[in-house]
């Protein structure tokens, strides 16, 4: 007689195996038969199969799994697992918890300028008909379904959705448009995402110039600085993280003079502040 046992998502240790960043876990041992327990936690679905047909979808409880009889295919099946071979039930665990996926990647904007996106979506399975989505149409790898994994598949509806704006947009106007951005990434990924029964929650985009230099010049047009002004106090800045003593100069657009008299005592040169030498930083 094949021995009872329990089903679960635990560890011998007691640990939980499905924590963050996994949807669905494959129970990995072959010894689920009729009499064996299912114990589903209360952020958890179960959808139990039988040579790949689903046969039931558990919500939380424990229950004993009962199945239809088969008949036997020979004496060995009898004789060694008590009539039911091994691999003949399968239990998927489904996470009714809220996960968080991640998507980035490279845009470009109305000028071609290359900007970084970086997506934060939310998303959860409600439902025991939405389980056996997930199930059906999702394909996994060894026992784990990922929120990478995931997004392997959601990444490119997400960077179509943000390129569908971003490009038609002056760079310096991005970050007024993200909530339109926001919204078009939302019901993209909600009508992709429910096809494998996942429900988006929340999404959260933030978009920034890949280059440094390009993101340091927007911050200071944004203090209202004309072009010229902002790419100024921006070599300003940089001319006075080297120490140099031209940089105040630089920023107000005033010149810096340098002259000589001649040389004083000993052959040591004088310096004069009237005289005026060839200008190191204009207007």
Request: proline residues 6%; hydrophobic residues 40%; charged residues 15%.
């Amino acid at each position: 007689m094949a021995v009872r046992s329990v089903i679960s998502t635990l560890n011998p240790d007691g640990t939980e195996v499905m924590g963050p960043g996994i949807l669905m876990y494959h129970y990995p041992g072959n010894d689920i038969m009729n009499g064996s327990l299912l114990t589903v936690e209360s952020n958890h679905f179960c959808v139990l199969k039988s040579r790949g047909a689903i046969l039931n979808v558990y919500e939380t409880g424990q229950y004993p799994v009962e199945t239809p009889q088969r008949p036997l295919l020979g004496s060995m099946q009898q004789a060694f697992y008590g009539g039911q071979s091994p691999w003949q039930y399968e239990a998927l665990f489904i996470s009714r918890a809220k996960s968080v996926a991640k998507a980035k990647g490279v845009a470009l904007s109305r000028e071609l300028a290359e900007l970084v996106y970086d997506v934060d979506y939310y998303v959860h399975v409600d439902s025991k008909e939405d389980a056996v989505k997930l199930v059906t149409h999702m394909p996994y790898s060894g026992h784990v379904l990922t929120t990478d994994a995931l997004n392997a598949y959601a990444g490119p509806v997400v960077e179509q959705a943000v390129n569908q704006l971003v490009q038609l947009t002056p760079l310096e106007q991005i970050n007024e448009r993200i909530h339109e951005i926001t919204e078009l990434v939302r019901g993209h990924m909600q009508d992709f995402l429910a096809i494998y029964g996942v429900m988006l929650n929340d999404v959260k985009v933030l978009i920034r110039p890949r280059d440094e230099r390009m993101r340091e010049l927007i911050s200071l047009r944004a203090f209202g600085l004309s072009e010229l002004d902002a790419v100024r106090y921006y070599v300003a800045m940089k001319m006075a993280e080297h120490g140099l003593v031209s940089a105040p100069n630089m920023a107000v657009g005033a010149p810096f003079n340098i002259g000589l008299t001649g040389f004083g005592p000993a052959g040591t040169p004088g310096v004069s502040t009237g005289a005026a030498m060839p200008t190191v930083a204009g207007q």
